[in-house]
């Protein structure tokens, strides 16, 4: 490497920009050195090291998010391969543009429709545009919640609530595939008003329609204002129903 460029890649480097500093000294030495414009310099050496950035963090954001089916594709879901969706929703629910605007998805279809999978690719593609995402099943978040709830050292159970309730974007598998006792609905209700208070999104799968949800969450007469507060807040959005062709 020439003596006048070595300061350069020395900056580089110690900026933390090991592959931009790489990339550098091998265009420093090429015969088409003098060739490139100033702007196609900067490209040439800058993009290699932003697109190690972008992947290191999809990664993290991926591995964060709790996900399973980390390889669901954002790309199959349209009509098409026995399944029929409202291209249109999907195509601006991919958007995330509801995000921005504090709503939430809810996707709905009998058993087998492919509403796991669709949670899951929309989580993975949310990951890749660096949002904060935890993917959970509503069994086991809600078991996990009411046991800290029962737990003498009550500060757990507040951490642990406003942990999922400031998490930018929460997937909640299998919403409403078990009934609850008044305690656990009282969770729920505390969990979804505080997100509705933060404008965090909430996306969520469910066999059931939500004008179901009054006997499927619980069949106690004690929740019904609680179970209405759920109703009214998470579907408030996007709707999508996934069908069988």
Not at 47 to 76: D, M
Not at 154 to 179: C, E, G, M, P, T
């Amino acid at each position: 490497m020439k003596n006048k460029t070595t300061d350069i890649y020395e900056m580089l480097d110690t900026l933390s920009l090991p592959v931009a500093a790489q990339r550098f000294a091998e265009l420093s030495k090429s015969p088409e050195f003098g060739s490139y414009t100033a702007l196609q310099f900067i490209r040439e050496v800058l993009e290699p090291q932003y697109i190690e950035t972008l992947n290191n963090r999809f990664e993290t954001n991926l591995r964060l998010s709790s996900l399973i089916n980390k390889g669901a594709l954002a790309e199959n879901l349209k009509t098409g391969n026995g399944r029929i969706y409202n291209d249109a929703t999907v195509e601006q629910i991919l958007k995330f543009h509801f995000a921005e605007n504090r709503q939430n998805v809810g996707i709905y279809g009998v058993t087998g429709a492919g509403k796991s999978y669709f949670l899951s690719a929309c989580c993975v593609e949310a990951c890749r545009r660096n949002y904060r995402c935890k993917f959970v099943d509503y069994s086991d978040l809600l078991d996990e919640l009411i046991v800290l709830n029962r737990q003498e050292d009550l500060n757990k159970y507040r951490k642990r609530i406003r942990y999922y309730a400031r998490i930018q974007l929460l997937f909640i598998d299998d919403f409403a595939i078990s009934r609850y006792s008044e305690e656990g609905i009282k969770i729920l209700y505390h969990l979804i008003k505080l997100r509705d208070d933060l404008g965090t999104s909430t996306l969520f799968s469910c066999q059931y329609s939500p004008d179901e949800w009054g006997n499927q969450l619980s069949d106690e007469k004690e929740c019904y204002g609680k179970l209405d507060g759920i109703r009214r807040r998470l579907t408030t959005g996007f709707t999508v129903l996934i069908e069988k062709a």
